[in-house]
């Protein structure tokens, strides 16, 4: 008989787990920078801003057309400009949170970032540059059409819109960005956002002032509960420290608290 020499059999060598390299998060930069390019991305919000300088061009060439000649100035130009914008730039801010919902892509943005707040706050910075940036182009708009208006009127081309001016007509216009956007986060639906916000600009002031005539302790109140009265003196120039307070008091009623609860319900909300 023959011996047969077993040989030892090497157990092979388990690898060493790799360690798992962190990623790091998605800068807020990049993130704002997707939330602007959406808005472009679909057809009604490419529209929607094209909209802001056709309508702004019209605006300017009404005011040429139909106004007098003794009242072509800038600020003709500005407050002819300055209404379709009240308009067209808080429906920007609800559909750039609200697209997220009606096209269903909200679960897309949510798993690629899970923390809902830097999405939110990334729209609201988009939103907010959106703003600034179409009423700078409506002003360029505006200042050729103060050129042309008087050239063609024969008058003395008046420039009587200051920087300080300006800049709360810009700051007006964004906080009405803002409350388009305060209605999109709390509702989250385009048609009930978009309702919502007309019942507030055109049909909640008109009672506000039929309560302030009829209720003399209303009247007291009113400039510190109604965010359109208090907002409204950003356009005229006339902020005073009383008025600030006015403003910011009556932002806390119609805007903060509002978006606070809107965000609580984003946070906890189910994304289909």
Same mark, same amino acid.
Request: glycine share 8%; proline share 4%.
């Given at each position: 008989?023959? &011996?047969t020499?077993?040989?030892?059999?090497t157990?092979?060598t388990t690898?060493?787990?790799? =360690?798992? @390299? &962190? $990623?790091?998060?998605?800068?807020?930069?990049?993130?704002?920078?997707?939330?602007l390019?959406?808005m472009f *991305?679909t057809?009604?919000? #490419?529209?929607?801003l094209? +909209?802001?300088a056709?309508? +702004?061009?019209?605006a300017?060439?009404a005011?040429?057309?139909?106004?007098?000649?003794?009242d072509? !100035? #800038?600020q003709?130009?500005?407050?002819?400009?300055?209404?379709?914008?009240?308009i067209i730039?808080?429906m920007?801010a609800?559909l750039?949170?609200?697209g997220?919902?009606?096209?269903?892509?909200g679960l897309t943005?949510?798993?690629?970032?899970? @923390? @809902?707040?830097r999405?939110?706050a990334?729209? /609201?910075?988009s939103a907010v540059?959106v703003?600034? $940036?179409?009423m700078f182009?409506?002003?360029v708009?505006?200042a050729?059409g103060?050129?042309v208006?008087? &050239?063609?009127?024969?008058? *003395?081309t008046?420039?009587n819109v200051s920087?300080? =001016? #300006?800049?709360?007509?810009?700051?007006?216009?964004?906080?009405g960005?803002?409350v388009?956007?305060?209605?999109?986060?709390l509702?989250r +639906?385009?048609?009930?956002?978009?309702?919502?916000?007309?019942?507030?600009?055109?049909?909640?002031?008109?009672?506000?002032?039929?309560l302030a005539?009829?209720?003399?302790?209303? /009247? *007291?109140?009113?400039p510190w509960? *109604? #965010?359109?009265?208090?907002s409204?003196r950003?356009y !005229?120039?006339?902020?005073?420290?009383?008025?600030?307070?006015?403003?910011?008091?009556?932002?806390? $009623?119609w805007?903060v608290?509002?978006? /606070?609860?809107g965000?609580?319900?984003?946070?906890r909300? =189910?994304?289909?």
């Amino acid at each position: 008989m023959t &011996a047969t020499t077993v040989q030892p059999t090497t157990l092979p060598t388990t690898a060493a787990p790799r =360690e798992r @390299r &962190a $990623v790091p998060p998605i800068g807020m930069g990049r993130i704002v920078g997707v939330e602007l390019r959406k808005m472009f *991305d679909t057809r009604a919000g #490419f529209w929607m801003l094209m +909209s802001i300088a056709i309508l +702004s061009v019209l605006a300017t060439g009404a005011a040429i057309l139909f106004a007098p000649d003794a009242d072509i !100035d #800038f600020q003709l130009f500005a407050s002819a400009i300055g209404i379709p914008m009240s308009i067209i730039l808080p429906m920007i801010a609800i559909l750039s949170v609200t697209g997220e919902y009606t096209q269903r892509t909200g679960l897309t943005t949510y798993t690629m970032i899970p @923390r @809902r707040g830097r999405t939110i706050a990334a729209k /609201a910075i988009s939103a907010v540059l959106v703003g600034v $940036v179409s009423m700078f182009v409506a002003l360029v708009v505006g200042a050729l059409g103060n050129v042309v208006g008087s &050239a063609i009127a024969g008058v *003395d081309t008046t420039w009587n819109v200051s920087v300080s =001016e #300006f800049a709360g007509i810009v700051l007006a216009q964004v906080l009405g960005m803002t409350v388009g956007f305060m209605l999109g986060v709390l509702l989250r +639906s385009s048609a009930a956002a978009i309702v919502a916000y007309f019942v507030y600009s055109l049909v909640l002031p008109s009672l506000l002032m039929l309560l302030a005539g009829a209720q003399s302790w209303f /009247a *007291d109140l009113q400039p510190w509960v *109604d #965010f359109n009265y208090a907002s409204s003196r950003l356009y !005229d120039g006339t902020m005073t420290g009383e008025y600030w307070a006015q403003l910011g008091t009556s932002s806390v $009623v119609w805007l903060v608290a509002p978006l /606070a609860v809107g965000l609580a319900l984003v946070m906890r909300s =189910e994304v289909k």
